[in-house]
């Protein structure tokens, strides 16, 4: 069973508006982690940000937050004042704490930001 | 921290071949992973160590594939006659022990099985 969706495939986003890239997944474990990482056309997967299922408050690193949903199982990446070089594949991620030795990624979402 | 670094960058074999990727992790990360990825595919784990010890393996690791990570710092992923949907960006990451969260990774091996 799929435990990771990511429904958009692409998105197009002016330059230095809001972007919200949706997440959600799917686990019977009470605790887990979700992530979102970000990779460039170089290839590099880079974290951006983690939030733990048991976390009271929605993670922020800088112009990212997580708007973690938990009764929706959802954990939506959302971009601030994006920028021209957000452009990227962005991949949502989770780990179960019974399997805390794997991570599993969805299909990503293509984020192009357009000046 | 010069960061997680994978050799080669690109790889063209033709099926048949054995082929063997280099990650030189983090130095003080005593995690490494490999994973894999294909064209529009996010990654799909393959294997990890915890310092010198193989402690999983994906069933998509055939036995064809084999990794070793023998005195706890650098690992290889040796693929035994390759075929073509092997073909594939091949992916290490490692994390820091506390800090196992935070996964970085390298650029990949992208390899190329004709």
């Known amino acids: 069973a799929q435990k990771i969706t990511q429904t958009q495939p692409g998105m197009f986003v002016q330059e230095k508006e809001a972007v919200t890239l949706d997440c959600t997944y799917d686990?019977?474990?009470?605790?887990?982690?979700l992530f979102w990482y970000k990779q460039p056309s170089s290839g590099e997967m880079i974290f951006l940000i983690y939030q733990g299922s048991y976390d009271q408050q929605n993670a922020t690193e800088g112009r990212y937050s997580l708007n973690f949903q938990k009764a929706r199982k959802s954990a939506n990446l959302v971009i601030s004042a994006s920028q021209l070089g957000d452009s990227a594949m962005y991949f949502c991620?989770?780990?179960?704490?019974?399997?805390?030795?794997?991570?599993?990624f969805g299909k990503g979402t293509r984020l192009h930001i357009l000046p | 921290d010069t960061g997680v670094s994978q050799d080669p960058r690109h790889k063209i074999t033709k099926r048949g071949q054995n082929v063997t990727f280099r990650c030189d992790p983090i130095s003080e990360h005593n995690r490494l992973y490999w994973y894999r990825q294909t064209l529009g595919q996010g990654p799909e784990f393959l294997t990890y160590?915890?310092?010198?010890?193989?402690?999983?393996k994906s069933r998509l690791l055939s036995d064809r594939f084999s990794a070793e990570r023998p005195k706890g710092s650098f690992s290889t992923l040796e693929i035994q006659r390759t075929e073509q949907g092997d073909s594939a960006m091949y992916l290490c990451?490692?994390?820091?022990?506390?800090?196992?969260?935070?996964?970085?990774f390298g650029s990949g091996t992208q390899l190329s099985v004709l």
């Open positions: 160590f915890q310092n010198e010890a193989q402690l999983e």
């Open positions: 686990t019977s474990d009470p605790s887990y982690g």
């Open positions: 991620a989770m780990r179960e704490a019974n399997r805390d030795d794997k991570i599993i």
């Open positions: 990451a490692s994390s820091r022990q506390g800090d196992w969260e935070k996964l970085f």
